[in-house]
């Protein structure tokens, strides 16, 4: 059997989150004995399973000539692209003639199913959750001592650490809010504008940052993610609307406890492994909660084992054979 896995890790697409989890799926599976052959964007069409994890314009031009069963993995729905562009009320009708034009859909969380299946009811789907790279995604205290060196934060001080787009959708506005109440704590966003001047809000966002004061640091893009999460005491995931984040298994694979805004997705991933907050005056009290959290960061490690890429890996491989019967 060969597998092509499509992925447009370029341009716009190159630091988004699909791309990033596509890539420690593909890893895991080159690695797997069992593993059928696979390829990453190869142009050929003899391909007994294509496997999408974007569904841009090169991806749609490759699904008309790609010959083999075509799935796709929906790590965006309508409800998870409000918010990221400016033209993501035009891009939210193309879902669902997209999404109808694949033959299998591999769903991340139980919510996202429910979604697959209200704009594409007839395309059959599997959930398979995100997976997270346990060998990577570890503490390391040299890599703490390097991240903060780096970024001049002291050895002693608190760090709430968050990786996410600067978006509304991610909840920048209230990582900037809470920054401003506790000044005595150090706040670290990871992550920029993958679609640039498209962002939703890129303009006032990035006035906003302006006014923020000397607790805070917006790194951009980084070269190594494991050393951001070392370094930080709380991972903070102000999301308003999220599938299976990766950000969050990478946090509670790395030890850290995980303060998460009190919606669904989250209270249903998650269970009593994280902390949630309803409001801004909630998440202040749970930041500054060092007892508790050091509770919760014991369960956050042990949380992630269900989640392990080589566990998740075995899972497509079990669903790519059952597609093509092989």
């Known amino acids: 059997m060969k597998v092509n896995f499509f992925v447009e890790d370029m341009l716009l697409f190159k630091y988004i989150g699909c791309a990033t989890l596509a890539k420690a799926l593909y890893r895991a599976l080159i690695m797997d004995e069992s593993c059928p052959q696979v ?29 083999g069963v075509k799935v796709l993995t929906a790590h965006s729905t309508p409800r998870l692209n409000t918010g990221n562009l400016t033209i993501s009320e035009a891009v939210n009708h193309l879902y669902p003639e997209i999404y109808r034009g694949f033959d299998h859909i591999i769903t991340i969380s139980p919510l996202c199913d429910e979604e697959v299946h209200e704009i594409a009811p007839d395309v059959p789907t599997t959930l398979i959750p995100n997976g997270v790279d346990r060998d990577r995604f570890r503490p390391d205290p040299e890599k703490r001592a390097a991240f903060r060196k780096r970024y001049g934060i002291g050895e002693d001080e608190w760090v709430v650490l968050t990786v996410a787009q600067q978006t509304p959708r991610k909840g920048i506005y209230d990582f900037i809010a809470l920054s401003h109440k506790h000044p005595d704590i150090r706040f670290v966003w990871v992550g920029g504008f993958p679609y640039g001047r498209l962002s939703q809000d890129y303009s006032i966002i990035e006035e906003e940052k302006k006014r923020c004061g000397k607790n805070v640091i917006f790194t951009g893009f980084v070269d190594d993610i494991t050393a951001a999460y070392c370094s930080a005491d709380v991972f903070f995931i102000p999301s308003y609307a999220e599938g299976l984040p990766m950000v969050a298994l990478e946090a509670f694979a790395t030890g850290l406890p995980v303060v998460a805004r009190k919606i669904p997705e989250f209270t249903g991933n998650f269970k009593d492994t994280a902390v949630y907050f309803e409001n801004l005056e909630g998440a202040g009290r749970l930041i500054e909660d060092r007892s508790l959290l050091g509770r919760h960061a014991t369960l956050s490690r042990p949380f992630t084992e269900d989640y392990d890429i080589r566990k998740i890996a075995k899972l497509h491989i079990d669903l790519y054979r059952e597609l093509t019967g092989q």
């Open 39 to 67: 390829a990453w964007n190869a142009r050929g069409r003899e391909f007994d399973l294509v496997h999408y994890h974007t569904f841009g314009p090169f991806a749609l031009a490759n699904k008309t000539y790609s010959l």
